[in-house]
């Protein structure tokens, strides 16, 4: 017994002087897997477009109820988004996402895409709702490209039916 | 006795008071930093640190237990509908209160007060060990009242197993003690100290010694018998229904209480406050009396026997804090089984020893010390090798065949 002993006190003492191994996380970020789900972003393509053509089958495959999409039609002279229609609204509702991703799943455009930003806390409940403005992203960052992992493994992504004009 | 004497007495119990708290503070920050870095972790440093050149921080995280004592205090104050409230409220009283006095009869240094009294000591009673000893057992009520009065069946069954397990480890903790008494042939903490001044009881008394760790450590309620708190089985403990700085409190009794019983410790079986060539009379006093004058050397001595037993205090919570980090937490049935089938038949053959040892050897401070140790080893060593280690993993048969 007092031999397991020795050995359970000098393998703790010996960690004492092992640097640790934490990470000081609010000033080192470590990156998150390319799997990630964090928050959402809603996408555009290469010419600026917004993906996201206001179909509304990422609030039907929301399991959660979370998504409100408010569609209109597009102005032919100066459209927001290749098609018919565009998302006029789009909120997003925090407090009931899970994270789930069928949002993403179900977009036929891959404009929304859950991203890997995860610090997501608020004060308020009113804070919780994503407006389109706060989703959408600048014109020139990110189109909603085939995620690496996805180009490593030569595969199309799910869903398949991605347009890229 | 004059009024002045009062008055310093009351200073004194202020201080002391102060100190405990402050020592329960530090004590958390320091145990949780070890007890990290033990886990390959960093622990608290994001409250108050000191800036040095090159982005380095010293002491990062020393504003930690003052940042939480705050948050404590705000915290909403919930008292359970059908609580017994009166009860209710004072019970953390009942557990802390305890755990500070235990401090007033130790002897925390030498330097000698104008009233044939030691200012590093609050009362020199001649009861000294025994009342040490009753204060112990006197905080099992905290965790008792505690555990009834919050009218929880969890808190219920949390308080009374803590209080049968603080009963069981009782005796043989008072058996530890009484042979330091024996071999002093006094209860005052001072003489008890001053025997020591040859040789430090944990030789002749190692067996005692070791008991007497086992038995406070769990008399403390400390890993890896914090069967109490235990979150599994009991959703927390005596303390469940407990919130703000209520909860604190029983937090606070049991980090003081740790101390003390280090500090108690270090007074039985370490020597105190006695270093070899610190002594009453001893080299270093009269040398420190004879070049700075009789009142600034002993000050000074006096400081220098402070920080010895702070010292040794620290040593011993050092140890506490290390086996935290390395043992896991008894079964029940275990803690019984040791606190009644092995340390208490232990505690009476080291009474034994030490009666025969004292008795055959009168006024020979070496050779009971040699017998002593030596019967001390033998005893542990046959029992630690009674005890069955689990076997290895590979050899546990985990499906049994059926032919
Ligand atoms: S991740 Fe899931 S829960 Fe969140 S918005 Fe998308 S579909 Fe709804
Ligand atoms: S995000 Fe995708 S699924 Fe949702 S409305 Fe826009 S295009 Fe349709």
Redesign the interface.
Same mark, same amino acid.
């Given at each position: 017994m007092i031999g397991a002993f020795v050995k359970g006190l000098s393998t703790t003492f010996k960690y004492l002087f092992r640097k640790p191994v934490t990470v000081q996380y609010p000033e080192v970020k470590r990156p998150v897997r390319e799997r990630f789900r964090g928050r959402h972003e809603l996408k555009r393509f290469e010419n600026g477009m917004e993906r996201c053509i206001g179909c509304a089958l990422c609030a039907a495959a929301c399991p959660a109820d979370a998504i409100l999409v408010v569609p209109a039609e597009n102005d032919p002279q100066k459209p927001n988004s290749p098609g018919e229609r565009y998302a006029a609204r789009y909120e997003i509702n925090m407090l009931r996402c899970i994270f789930c991703g069928y949002c993403e799943d179900a977009c036929p455009t891959n404009a929304i895409v859950l991203e890997h930003q995860y610090e997501l806390s608020f004060f308020e409940r009113g804070s919780s709702i994503y407006t389109k403005d706060m989703l959408l992203i600048p014109a020139d960052k990110g189109h909603g490209e085939i995620p690496p992992i996805l180009q490593q493994l030569d595969r199309r992504p799910s869903p398949p039916a991605q347009i890229d004009l | 006795m004059d009024w002045i004497y009062i008055i310093v007495l009351i200073v004194k119990c202020i201080i002391i008071t102060l100190g405990a708290t402050t020592i329960f503070a530090y004590f958390t920050l320091f145990e949780r930093k070890?007890l %990290?870095?033990?886990?390959?972790? /960093?622990g608290p440093n994001r409250a108050g640190y000191i800036p040095l050149p090159g982005g380095r921080k010293l002491l990062n995280g020393f504003l930690q237990p003052v940042a939480e004592a705050g948050k404590l205090f705000f915290k909403e104050d919930v008292v359970p509908l059908m609580a017994d409230k009166w009860v209710y409220i004072l019970a953390p009283a009942f557990a802390v209160i305890p755990a500070i006095i235990i401090w007033a009869t130790l002897p925390l240094g030498w330097w000698p007060g104008p009233w044939q009294d030691n200012w590093l000591q609050v009362a020199d009673i001649d009861v000294g060990v025994l009342y040490i000893l009753a204060v112990t057992s006197l905080g099992v009520y905290g965790l008792a009242i505690a555990g009834w009065s919050s009218n929880s069946k969890y808190s219920m069954l949390g308080g009374v197993r803590a209080s049968a397990q603080v009963i069981s480890y009782e005796l043989a903790l008072g058996l530890a003690v009484l042979g330091v008494v024996m071999q002093a042939q006094s209860f005052r903490t001072s003489e008890i100290v001053a025997a020591q001044q040859g040789m430090w009881n944990i030789i002749p008394q190692i067996l005692g010694f070791v008991i007497f760790l086992v038995a406070s450590t769990a008399e403390v309620v400390r890993s890896p018998f914090d069967l109490v708190e235990a979150e599994q089985e009991l959703v927390g403990g005596y303390n469940t229904e407990f919130g703000s700085m209520k909860f604190a409190l029983f937090f606070m009794t049991e980090y003081i209480k740790l101390v003390a019983m280090n500090a108690v410790c270090a007074m039985l079986f370490l020597g105190g406050w006695t270093f070899p060539g610190l002594e009453i009379g001893g080299v270093v006093a009269t040398g420190l009396n004879g070049a700075l004058g009789q009142m600034f050397g002993q000050a000074v001595f006096g400081i220098i026997t402070l920080v010895v037993f702070l010292l040794k205090t620290f040593a011993l919570s050092f140890f506490a804090v290390? /086996?935290r %980090?390395? /043992?896991p937490r008894t079964r029940y049935d275990q803690l019984m089984d040791l606190g009644w089938k092995v340390l208490l038949p232990l505690a009476l053959v080291n009474i034994a020893i030490i009666a025969v040892t004292n008795v055959a050897f009168p006024d020979n401070t070496l050779a009971v010390a040699g017998v002593g140790f030596v019967a001390g080893i033998i005893v542990l060593a046959v029992v630690? #090798?009674q005890?069955k #280690?689990s076997k290895p993993k590979s050899q546990v048969t985990l499906v049994r065949k059926t032919s």
């Open positions: - | 070890t %990290a870095r033990m886990q390959n972790r /960093i290390w /086996i %980090a390395t /043992i630690t #090798s005890t #280690s």
